[in-house]
């Protein structure tokens, strides 16, 4: 984890509430910027990233050595343009890429907290990554913008600070988790969990890793993100090195081949306990219900701009569950757009090479900004 | 820009909120904020057009209006316009109620199926016609419900809703309708503008 020490952080003094009732203070938040900063501060996007994304949006992931996550949207004179914004992002918190998560020590009992960790929500990680602008002396955001899981954290931020972006860039995503999204993600959970080498969360004291459960959790998490279309155009039932089946149980297939490759590099660069946390927090977000019921009642203190976007084949957010914000918003007259854009890529889209996708996003930033 | 447009344009009060329902390339809300300074939205079912929108930076839905308008509370726009789509709706007359509902005007443009160039192509030819305003044929058109002008004051008397305002457009000249020239007008005007109300 050495490598992990040049990480930029910010520890936050201010104690923070979490919604399960413990307060944390003094914690590290990690974080990465792009772009620079105008003299009026008035140019920041803060990204949020998605279950097992980080801070490092686009270049090369420095602990990784591969490409950030979302390199495809963000850079000079792309969709996400730092040319002219200034990109944050944060580590969340409960992750494992240097922000206070499961793998810190407990300073009160100077042991590993795995599944000491107190449970966070999508409430607590931007109520922490909120403390990013003060950091930055930034009254206000240009734009928060995320997909999947950061599409929620850009909800829940707008419904907390409603003052505190211009716009609002929520993709693929949903405004309360479906039974559907919690059943897979309880899934991943219990891969993990029937891992031997888990230990109830105490792998890291214990120097071993649930390297098969996560990997399992990964591959079964991995389909959800593609379209039955495009795995089928992909690998259709194409051998893997062979001519032939084998009889057997390895993998005859490239699907399972690729499905195998995923889950094994995905254990280098996540903590199991970090999964379990996070997947949790996804579960637990129903802005619905934080509302009594009425979405609308989340966005109703702001005046931002608002700009949703889904694809076509996605079915883990559906274009319905994206488009129920929409209909949230224009039932209180906010300013809001939206586009499903067709893609064979499932819900992974938006992390991908989508001409549609990057050229809208695009030009709703730059025309929005001219407009501010 | 076309004379429909124009015609849209200065019928609409400034600083007013409208509803663009089938907005196209967003042409018309582009003019409506340019010259009249209006909170204009848009609802437009294709993909493309609508990406051509965000380009223009408007503020544009992507969706159907006889599913879509449901979204809207009651009386949520100063006017909700509808070019020349109404005789593609499977329900013209929940689509007017619905623009009646979200709307406290609607402006309604309709291509005139009572020209006289279409009463002749289907009387000398015997086919259904085909002019510049309505290009297709019978099977592939999207127009399911083809009206006249006269249909279209008929039809308000039916289903009971004020027509405040109409307009022919002929030749790209603009001209009142009313009850001693409703024959004219149905027979020579290429299109029928009407600001209507409850």
């Given amino acids: ?372 | 820009m076309k004379t429909e447009y124009k015609i849209i344009v200065d019928l609409i009060e400034e600083k007013t909120r409208v509803l663009d329902v089938g907005c196209d390339d967003g042409t018309l809300m582009e003019s409506l904020k340019k010259n009249k300074n209006v909170d204009a939205r848009g609802i437009e079912i294709s993909k493309d057009k609508v990406q051509t929108c965000v380009s223009k930076g408007l503020t544009v839905i992507e969706g159907n209006a006889e599913l879509d308008l449901k979204q809207f509370p009651n009386d949520s726009f100063d006017y909700v316009v509808l070019g020349q789509t109404l005789q593609a709706f499977v329900n013209p007359e929940i689509v007017i109620k619905e623009l009646l509902r979200v709307g406290r005007k609607a402006i309604i443009t309709i291509p005139n199926f009572g020209h006289w160039k279409v009463r002749l192509n289907l009387l000398i030819k015997g086919t259904m016609p085909i002019t510049e305003s309505l290009p297709n044929d019978w099977y592939n058109t999207p127009n399911i419900h083809m009206c006249t002008i006269k249909d279209f004051v008929k039809f308000s008397k039916i289903i009971n809703f004020k027509i405040f305002k109409s307009l022919a457009l002929t030749n790209k000249n603009i001209s009142n309708i009313n009850n001693s020239n409703l024959f004219y007008k149905n027979l020579f005007a290429e299109l029928g503008i009407f600001l209507i109300e409850k």
């Fill in chain 1, 1 to 372: 984890m050495n490598i992990k020490e040049n990480i930029k952080t910010l520890v936050i003094k201010k104690p923070l509430k979490l919604d399960c009732g413990k307060t944390i203070n003094n914690f590290p938040l990690a974080y990465e910027t792009y772009g620079s900063l105008n003299k009026n501060k008035d140019n920041a996007i803060l990204v949020f990233h998605a279950l097992t994304g980080d801070q490092f949006v686009t270049g090369i992931n420095p602990i990784t050595k591969k490409d950030g996550w979302w390199s495809y949207a963000v850079g000079p004179n792309k969709s996400i343009d730092t040319n002219k914004y200034f990109v944050i992002c944060a580590n969340v918190i409960g992750g494992c890429m240097g922000s206070f998560g499961p793998s810190h020590k407990n300073p009160d009992t100077n042991k590993i907290y795995g599944t000491d960790f107190p449970v966070i929500t999508i409430n607590d990680m931007v109520n922490a990554q909120v403390n990013l602008l003060d950091h930055f002396e930034i009254k206000k955001l240009f734009s928060v913008v995320g997909g999947s899981m950061g599409g929620m954290q850009v909800l829940q931020f707008i419904s907390n600070y409603p003052d505190k972006a211009s716009t609002v860039v929520p993709i693929a995503c949903t405004s309360s988790h479906s039974a559907q999204n919690i059943a897979f993600n309880e899934l991943g959970r219990q891969a993990i969990a029937s891992d031997h080498n888990w230990s109830d969360g105490k792998y890291l004291s214990n120097n071993t890793l649930p390297d098969k459960g996560l990997s399992v959790a990964r591959m079964a998490a991995h389909i959800t993100y593609l379209s039955k279309k495009g795995l089928q155009e992909k690998f259709g039932r194409k051998l893997q090195e062979r001519d032939a089946l084998k009889f057997g149980f390895d993998a005859d297939f490239q699907i399972e081949s690729y499905l195998r490759y995923q889950g094994s590099v995905f254990v280098d660069r996540f903590d199991a306990n970090s999964y379990l946390y996070i997947t949790r927090a996804m579960d637990y977000f129903d802005l619905v219900k934080q509302f009594d019921g009425n979405l609308s009642n989340a966005f109703k203190k702001t005046k931002a701009k608002f700009f949703v976007i889904s694809f076509t084949s996605d079915w883990l957010y559906p274009t319905q569950e994206n488009k129920d914000i929409v209909i949230a918003l224009n039932a209180i007259g906010a300013d809001v757009g939206f586009v499903e854009i067709k893609s064979d890529k499932g819900h992974d889209s938006f992390l991908l090479d989508v001409p549609d996708f990057l050229k809208t996003l695009k030009n709703f930033l730059d025309k929005s900004y001219i407009e501010r």
